[in-house]
């Protein structure tokens, strides 16, 4: 008998988890596996970013946008993490090479907040393998 219960207690937890993912969404899937990868590249949640200090994320393009600013190139990404989205801006940029909408980029900066949005400028990045 007690060999079978394991196998009763693993088992419902797997049917757990194939309902879990059954009844959730494809972006509420896709933000959780997001989460879980935030260790992988030593990174903290977008969510937990406080402003005027020094973070490290890590997460997927969303966007990548050319916008002026004060009459500049400024090349602007929204990186999400599955906790929240951090806009992260390049000043005097028209395009960085390999910053596109799907890739996984990891970037160090000092946060600060800009119409009620998180921002980072000129963050020092790095672009992770995708898959």
Known sequence: MTTQEPQRKGGSGGLRAFFRRLTS????????????DL???GATPIASCAERQRFCVAGTLRTVTLRPRGGAPALEAELYDGSDVIDLVWLGRRKIVGIEPGRVV????????????KVMFNPRYELRPTG
């Open 106 to 117: 990891r970037a160090e900066g000092l946060v600060s907040l800009q119409d009620g949005r």
């Open 25 to 36: 969404s494809q972006a509420e899937l896709e933000a959780a596996e997001l989460r879980e």
């Open 39 to 41: 260790d992988r590249h």
